[in-house]
């Protein structure tokens, strides 16, 4: 059974930075493109970042490129995301997604995990 | 960036109502949609993908259609535990896009 654990939210002052991970077990890690999709409070899904399987490819929206990084770590089987210069309207749960094969979409989630942006 | 206009943005139907919900692409994306169900607190679940193939484990009321820029998902006879809200998400190209969302609540 796949399972996906985000950790590192909290609550962090606007400018700061912060580290998410994602452990995943259940599944040849490497095998599989991974994102991250947030939810601000009330709000809809938002598509932040994938990374393909070898870790060679990464993609942005255009709302966190150039303050977020994604990487991963495939001896380790996990996903992490870099946040620097945070913003108030970062603050949102963030999930992260297995891609499926054939390049379907994500097609398991892991539980999210919230990051507060306030001072 | 490809927009994904989803509609209602809500709706309210009773057990056993047939309900659609629609999302259309501001330019073709072929078949590379999915449908999501999420719930109150929880992570979304992939209903559909590729447009119209059913995920497996979910029940065969759920069903999708459509390609190019116009897509449906459909449940044929509402169920308790369906009402929630529902999201497309294009693949097709980056930066991915989610629909706004359809919130289906009890009539």
């Known amino acids: ?119 | 960036d490809i927009q994904m206009t989803q509609s209602p943005s809500s709706l309210s139907a009773s057990v056993g109502d047939r309900v659609t919900i629609t999302c259309r692409a501001s330019q073709g994306i072929r078949n590379d949609l999915g449908w999501y169900q999420q719930k109150p607190g929880k992570a979304p679940k992939r209903l559909i993908y590729a447009a119209s193939s059913l995920q497996s484990g979910v029940p065969s009321r759920f069903s999708g259609s459509g390609s190019g820029t116009e897509f449906t998902l459909t449940i044929s006879s509402l169920q308790p535990e369906d009402f929630a809200t529902y999201y497309c998400l294009q693949h097709n190209t980056y930066p991915r896009t989610f629909g706004q969302g359809t919130k289906v609540e009890i009539k």
């Open chain 1, 1 to 119: 059974e796949v399972q996906l654990l985000e950790s590192g939210g909290g609550l962090v002052q606007p400018g700061g930075s912060l580290r998410l991970s994602c452990a995943a077990s259940g599944l040849i890690f490497s095998n599989y493109a991974m994102s991250w999709v947030r939810q601000a409070p009330g709000k809809g899904l938002e598509w932040v970042s994938t990374v393909s399987g070898s870790g060679g490819d990464t993609y942005y929206a255009d709302s966190v490129k150039g303050r977020f990084t994604i990487s991963r770590d495939n001896s380790k089987n996990t996903l992490y995301l870099q946040m620097n210069s945070l913003r108030a309207e970062d603050t949102a749960v963030y999930y992260c997604a297995k891609g499926s094969v054939g390049g379907y979409g994500p097609d398991y989630w892991g539980q999210g995990t919230l990051v507060t942006v306030s001072s």
